[in-house]
C-alpha cells in the first residue's frame, strides 16, 4: 500500500517534471470538460510555490490563461453544436453526460451568473461552459464571467496550499500552540473541502 507521503512525494515529483507547462496542460483540459482534478494540482502548486519551486503569481497566471482557453474551447463546442458528439463519444474521453446534465441544470437555474459560480464548485467547473454556449451566452460576457470565477477558484487553492506548507513549516521550527492552531484550522479547511467535493461527486452519481 502507498502512504500518504509517499503518494505526496509522487504527485510533487511529477507536478514539478511537467513545470509550467504541465500545469497550463492539465488546467486547460479540466476547463476542456476533461477532470483532471485540478483541485489538488492547485493547492499542490501553492505548496511548491511557498516551498520555493514555483513563482506564486506565474503560476496564477499560467492557470488563469489555460482556464480561459480551455472554457472558451468549451463555449465553442457548445454553441456550434458539438453537444450530441459529446454524449455519445465523451465517455472515452472522460466527459460524461450526466456531468453535463448537471451543468445544463445549473445553468438554467442561476443564468449567466451560473458561469462565475458554477467555476468554484468541483466537477461542475468543468462543464458549466458547454451549457451556456448552448444557450448563445455572448462571448464577451461568458469570458467576463469566466475570468472572475477561475482567479476566484485558482487564488484561494494556491493560498490555501500556501498558507498550509507555511503552517507547517511554523509547526516544524517552533511548536508553539498558536502554529498547532493555526495549522489545524487549515488542515480543517482542506478536509472540509475534500468531504463536500467527495460528497457532491455522490450526489451527481445517485
Do not use: C
Not at 500545469?23 to 476542456?32: A, E, G, N, P, V
Not at 462565475?116 to 467576463?144: C, D, E, K, Q, W
Amino acid at each position: 500500500m502507498i502512504s500518504g507521503g509517499t503518494l505526496f512525494n509522487i504527485t510533487e515529483a511529477a507536478l514539478l517534471s511537467l513545470g509550467y507547462a504541465g500545469i497550463f496542460y492539465i488546467m486547460t483540459l479540466d476547463s476542456l470538460m476533461v477532470p483532471l482534478g485540478s483541485e489538488a494540482v492547485m493547492t499542490l502548486a501553492g505548496v511548491l510555490a511557498f516551498e520555493g519551486k514555483f513563482n506564486f503569481w506565474l503560476v496564477v497566471v499560467v492557470a488563469l490563461v489555460a482556464s480561459m482557453l480551455g472554457s472558451t474551447l468549451s463555449w465553442l463546442i457548445g454553441k456550434y453544436g458539438g453537444r450530441k458528439l459529446l454524449e455519445r463519444y465523451g465517455r472515452y474521453v472522460l466527459i460524461r453526460k450526466r456531468e453535463m446534465e448537471r451543468g445544463d441544470q445549473f445553468f438554467r437555474k442561476h443564468g449567466e451568473a451560473a458561469v462565475m459560480f458554477g467555476r468554484l464548485i468541483p466537477l461542475l467547473r468543468t462543464y458549466i461552459s458547454l451549457p451556456a454556449g448552448v444557450a448563445r451566452m455572448p462571448l464577451g460576457r461568458f469570458s467576463v464571467f469566466t475570468l472572475a470565477g477561475s482567479a476566484a477558484f485558482i487564488l484561494v487553492l494556491m493560498t490555501l496550499g500556501y498558507e498550509f506548507a507555511s503552517r507547517i513549516q511554523g509547526i516544524l521550527a517552533s511548536e508553539s500552540l498558536y502554529s498547532l492552531i493555526g495549522a489545524g484550522l487549515v488542515v480543517l479547511v482542506v478536509i472540509v473541502l475534500f468531504v463536500v467535493g467527495i460528497r457532491r461527486r455522490n450526489a451527481a452519481a445517485d
